[in-house]
């Protein structure tokens, strides 16, 4: 007998059935509401991740057309300065002004990275020592601090 029928059979089954009848049919249907469930969930997942994958690779691809676009615009940037300098020093004014942009980007990711480093959480590492100490009974129980989180 299929999950189909089974739950046909208790749903159809007759109109004048006894309680301890329906008791017994309450975990049949439960499971065919949960198995349902369960498929209503996937097939929206599905849905949603799909929707969200194809939104990404647009995003991507825009991004790899900023990308040249970028490209373009410095080319445009050393002709601009092509007119007054030879082309092979306005394309290196171009390259440094870029080593320069790109040495502060570095360095500003260093510095942010570094803030970050180790990556424990001490505060929290340091507040559950004094919970675990006050468990126990071992020193005091910490006073309340503004600065816990």
């Known amino acids: 007998m299929t999950e189909a029928s089974r739950s046909d059979k208790i749903r159809h089954g007759g109109k004048s059935r006894s309680l301890f009848a329906l008791v017994q049919d309450v975990p049949t249907l439960v499971t065919d509401l949960v198995k349902g469930e ?6 929206e997942l599905i849905a949603k991740l799909k929707a969200f994958g194809i939104g990404a690779g647009f995003i991507v691809g825009a991004l790899l057309v900023l990308f040249f676009m970028g490209g373009v615009l410095l080319t445009a940037i050393v002709l601009l300065l ?5 082309g092979w020093a306005s394309a290196l004014i171009v390259a440094g002004v870029l080593l ?4 502060i980007l570095g ?10 480093l180790p990556p424990l959480p001490e505060k929290t590492i340091a507040s559950l020592k004094r919970d675990v100490k006050a468990v126990k009974g071992v020193g005091t129980i ?5 600065d816990r989180f």
């Open 107 to 116: 360095w500003l990711g260093y510095r942010r990275i570094k803030t970050g």
């Open 142 to 146: 910490p006073a309340p601090d503004g």
């Open 82 to 86: 092509a007119i007054w300098l030879p």
């Open 38 to 43: 369960i498929a209503l969930l996937k097939l």
């Open 100 to 103: 320069i942009i790109a040495a």
